[in-house]
C-alpha cells in the first residue's frame, strides 16, 4: 500500500483541523445565539450583542485557523505583519483615541454641554473612547431647538475643527433682535421702548451673568464687556434698523426671541407713532393722461 506523503499528510491534517474549527464556531454561535434570543426579547440591544459575539466567535476561529496553517514557529512574523495591517487600518480608531485623550485632558467639553463639532451642533449624550453623541439641533428647524436625530461624532474630529462651548464656562449668550421702523416714525421713542422692554426681561439674569463674566475674566483675558441691554440704531436706504442686544441663557435663546419679537410689536401697535418697515413699494401717484375721449385714443399732438 503507497504511503501519503509527510508534505501531503500535513496539509490533509491542517485541513480536517481547520474544518473542525469552523464546525464548532457554527455551532457554538448558534448555541449562543439561541441561549440569546430565549433570555432576551428581540430589539435593537439583542441584535447588537448577537452581532458582537458572532463577530467575536468568528474572530476566535479564524486566528485558530492562522495558528493551525502557519504553526506556532511561525507566530512572530504573523504577528508583525498582522500588527503592521492593525495600524494601517485603525488610523481612525487611533486618531479618534488620542481625540478622546484631548477632550479629557483638555477640557473642550463634558456631557450635558451644547457644543458645535465641525458641522454639527447639539447637546452632549455620552463620551466614549471613539465617539461623541449629540441630540442635534439646528438644521432644518431654524433655530436652537432639538431635531430629534442622534449623532455620533468621530473624536478625531476635534483635531481637525474647531470646537465650540455654549455653556461650558458661561451658560449665556448674546443675542440680537432687529426690528426696522419707518423715517416718519419717532424712532427715539421706539428704541426707548425697546430699551426698557430688554431691561425689564433680564432685569433677573444681569446679576448672575455679571459674576459668571468676572469669574471667567480671572482666567482668560475677556476684554470689559457689560451684561445689561444695550440698543443701536443703524440707518439703512429703506428704514431705521433698531437693534437691541442682550444676554440670554443658552437654551433659552428662541424662546425669548419669539416672547420679545411678540411684546415689542404689540407695544409698538399700540403706538400711533412708529410705524414697523417692510419692504414694500408705495405708488404716490400717476402722470397725466391725455387723450381723445371720443375715440379713446391718444390726441394727436402735431
Request: proline share 4%; no cysteine; charged share 20%.
Amino acid at each position: 500500500m503507497p504511503q501519503i506523503p509527510a508534505a501531503y499528510l500535513e496539509i490533509i491534517i491542517k485541513a480536517v483541523l481547520s474544518i473542525v474549527v469552523l464546525a464548532v464556531a457554527l455551532v457554538v454561535n448558534r448555541t449562543l445565539s439561541g441561549v440569546l434570543t430565549r433570555q432576551e426579547h428581540e430589539g435593537r440591544r439583542t441584535d447588537t450583542l448577537r452581532m458582537v459575539l458572532r463577530n467575536s466567535v468568528f474572530f476566535l476561529a479564524a486566528t485558530l485557523m492562522v495558528f493551525i496553517w502557519l504553526g506556532f514557529g511561525n507566530l512572530a512574523v504573523f504577528m508583525g505583519i498582522l500588527g503592521a495591517g492593525i495600524a494601517f487600518a485603525s488610523q481612525e480608531v487611533i486618531g479618534s483615541f488620542a481625540g478622546y485623550l484631548n477632550i479629557v485632558t483638555g477640557n473642550l467639553y463634558h456631557i450635558g454641554d451644547r457644543v458645535r463639532i465641525g458641522e454639527v451642533v447639539g447637546d452632549v449624550l455620552d463620551i466614549t473612547l471613539l465617539r461623541t453623541t449629540l441630540m442635534e439641533i439646528g438644521e432644518w428647524v431654524k433655530a436652537d431647538q432639538y431635531t430629534g436625530r442622534i449623532v455620533s461624532v468621530a473624536n478625531r474630529m476635534v483635531f481637525a475643527s474647531p470646537v465650540l462651548n455654549y455653556t461650558q464656562h458661561w451658560p449665556y449668550l448674546w443675542d440680537e433682535i432687529t426690528i426696522p421702523i419707518t423715517y416718519d416714525s419717532d424712532w427715539r421713542h421706539a428704541g426707548q421702548l425697546m430699551l426698557d422692554h430688554g431691561q425689564e426681561y433680564s432685569a433677573h439674569l444681569v446679576p448672575d451673568a455679571d459674576a459668571g463674566l468676572q469669574s471667567m475674566a480671572e482666567r482668560y483675558p475677556v476684554h470689559d464687556t457689560t451684561t445689561e441691554p444695550e440698543l443701536y440704531v443703524v440707518m439703512t436706504d429703506n428704514w431705521i434698523e433698531m437693534t437691541l442686544r442682550y444676554v440670554v441663557q443658552a437654551r433659552e435663546r428662541r424662546a425669548v426671541q419669539g416672547q420679545l419679537h411678540r411684546e415689542l410689536l404689540q407695544r409698538f401697535e399700540a403706538e400711533a407713532g412708529i410705524t414697523v418697515a417692510s419692504a414694500t413699494v408705495e405708488i404716490v401717484g400717476f402722470p397725466p393722461l391725455r387723450g381723445d375721449a371720443r375715440s379713446g385714443g391718444p390726441t394727436d399732438q402735431r
